[in-house]
């Protein structure tokens, strides 16, 4: 079974600019949450989504959305990108949410000029 | 909020010397999880211990979930160099599919 696809895997941006990011979950799990990892913040969750419905939110302003279409695939957008937004965004999927077992993808490191 | 802490937040170990970090949760839990990450990848899910006073047991490492359901640990015998990493906890806030919360980990060095 593929694992847990991010794409891209590195990505340079200024401020101001906006970002997509993409996740391909493990085939049949419906769960897809999003963490943002840095050295400092350690892993922060953003959101979740469950049957292309957001179920879970962190405390995160509104400038990073996100989405699940129906085959489960996930995007996260950030707007208006700041310096303090560079890290490692994660995501991960599990078959019907975060109570079980998570399986994260390799990450997109995201860094703000 | 429900916090998670982790206790050590480093530690660094010779090779063959035993490790043990420690997760606590400011509200009980209806499950713990456990994740490692080696350097430059990604958090891999290593267990998940869901009764009180529940102890496994993967190869060299022990997992223990409190009875009160609010701790947790994770033990190693004899440390390898393969161990290094961070291990974090994790725990969800509430019902079955509330948001999880991670502890901030214990990074791991081996010497050897």
């Known amino acids: 079974k593929a694992g847990v696809t991010q794409t891209p895997r590195y990505l340079i941006k200024t401020r101001g600019q906006q970002v997509t990011l993409s996740c391909s979950p493990i085939s049949g799990h419906r769960s897809v949450s999003w963490y943002q990892q840095t050295p400092g913040q350690g892993l922060q969750f953003l959101f979740e989504?469950?049957?292309?419905?957001?179920?879970n939110k962190g405390n995160f302003p509104g400038r990073f959305s996100g989405r699940q279409f129906s085959n489960s695939r996930s995007e996260m957008n950030v707007s208006t990108l700041e310096l303090g937004d560079s890290a490692l965004y994660l995501c991960a999927s599990s078959l019907l949410g975060n109570n079980q077992p998570q399986h994260f993808g390799d990450g997109t490191r995201l860094s703000i000029l | 909020g429900q916090q998670v802490m982790q206790i050590p937040q480093y530690q660094h170990v010779q090779e063959g010397e035993d490790f043990t970090t420690y997760c606590n949760s400011s509200?009980?839990?209806?499950?713990i999880q456990w994740y490692k990450q080696r350097p430059g990848g990604h958090p891999v899910f290593l267990i998940q211990l869901v009764k009180s006073g529940e102890v496994k047991k993967q190869k060299r490492l022990t997992f223990q979930f409190g009875e009160a359901k609010k701790n947790s640990s994770l033990h190693i015998t004899a440390t390898q160099t393969t161990d290094v990493g961070t291990y974090f906890c994790a725990g969800p806030t509430g019902t079955s599919y509330d948001k999880v919360i991670f502890g901030p980990g214990t990074s791991l060095s081996v010497i050897p």
């Open positions: 989504y469950f049957s292309e419905t957001q179920r």
């Open positions: 509200t009980t839990l209806s499950n």
